[in-house]
């Protein structure tokens, strides 16, 4: 059987790099935040949706929910929908229907976990007029795919819901959206979630709760470095912290080193001495202002249709049609 010493550094994964990569960046450290997602990772974000700090998911579906019919009848018809890290489907439901009073809709949502496939056919495959084609694969190549199984007469509405674009650097980001913008026709539309900027407070309370479930998500990353890249990480000896960082308008989270201590992670081929007080950067939330969806969507081949806001928790829905 091979072990972590073993392993030729050809067959180090990923992930193994990735870390090593990450944790041996001079000045900060980081590790990258897809990672936060392993399966304990992503039943504590979905635990975190829950929470009554962190208003974000509950914004989300309320919009859904109140103006499904709205979004709908500004969007050319007939049209299939492609949703982007589709997770249980739960939200996706009010569109579907909205849509499924109007035309039957191919529904395809795209996934990178197998589990979240599933679960977001059991909770959406029963809608009337609808029908589901899963594809397990990043977003980009799995809108590729759906884009080129389409016919001509049919439009594509892509959604991107839940703000998630918040965790990919502002550039990264536009990057993504114009990536988006070619694989579409015209006339082709996107829904865009964005959380928006509010008061600090509220802010640090949704990325630090009363409960630790978002300081256990946050250890989970260390926790699957040590089930799955044989490192010895001590979960205690770490912080959870949440930070706003002004200039770049973003909430981010970091694990603090509460002693000096040394870690090993075998698979990565690599030992690491932190400082007591030093952290680690394990994830971005960057927070939008309305106008600045706007000019971001023009910038990368949209114009803005609609925008809806909350008036609960400040968080926009953003319809972009392709021009
Ligand atoms: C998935 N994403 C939009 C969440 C966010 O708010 O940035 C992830 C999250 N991290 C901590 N809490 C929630």
């Known amino acids: 059987m091979l072990t972590y010493q073993t392993l030729p550094v050809r067959h180090v994964s990923e992930f193994a790099a990735a870390v090593r990569d990450g944790l041996l960046k001079p000045g900060q450290r980081e590790l990258p935040s897809k990672y936060l997602y392993d399966e304990v990772g992503s039943a504590l974000f979905e635990t975190i949706c829950l929470l009554p700090e962190y208003g974000l998911t509950r914004a989300d579906a309320r919009l859904l929910q109140e103006h499904a019919t709205e979004i709908v009848d500004r969007l050319p018809l007939p049209i299939h929908v492609a949703e982007l890290g589709s997770g249980s489907g739960k939200k996706t439901?009010?569109?579907?229907?909205?849509?499924?009073?109007?035309?039957?809709?191919?529904?395809?949502?795209i996934?990178?976990?197998?589990?979240?496939?599933?679960?977001?056919?059991?909770?959406?495959?029963?809608?009337?007029l609808v029908s589901i084609v899963g594809y397990e694969q990043p977003y980009l190549e799995g809108l590729r795919a759906v884009a080129q199984g389409r016919d001509d007469h049919n439009h594509l509405l892509v959604l991107f819901l839940g703000s998630t674009i918040g965790n990919f650097d502002r550039a990264a980001g536009e990057e993504f959206l114009s990536e988006l913008r070619e694989i579409l026709q015209t006339g082709d539309a996107l829904l865009l979630g964005t959380d928006l900027e509010k008061s600090v407070e509220m802010q640090l309370r949704a990325y630090d709760d009363a409960?630790?479930?978002?300081?256990?998500?946050?250890?989970?990353l260390l926790a699957r470095i040590n089930r799955e890249l044989g490192a010895d990480f001590d979960l205690g000896g770490f912080e959870h912290e949440a930070r706003w960082n002004a200039e770049e308008r973003r909430i981010e989270m970091h694990l603090r080193s509460m002693k000096r201590?040394?870690?090993?992670?075998?698979?990565?081929?690599?030992?690491?001495?932190?400082?007591?007080?030093?952290?680690i950067w394990t994830e971005s939330s960057h927070k939008y202002r309305p106008a600045e969806v706007v000019e971001m969507a023009e910038r990368t081949g949209f114009r803005c249709e609609g925008q809806w806001i909350d008036a609960q928790w400040p968080f926009a829905q953003n319809l972009l049609i392709t021009g």
């Open 93 to 109: 439901r009010w569109i579907l229907e909205a849509l499924s009073r109007r035309q039957k809709t191919y529904y395809f949502p």
């Open 111 to 128: 996934e990178i976990s197998p589990s979240a496939l599933a679960a977001c056919e059991k909770e959406l495959g029963q809608i009337d």
């Open 211 to 220: 409960a630790g479930v978002t300081a256990a998500f946050n250890r989970n």
């Open 261 to 279: 201590q040394s870690v090993q992670i075998r698979a990565s081929n690599v030992r690491v001495m932190l400082n007591e007080g030093e952290t």
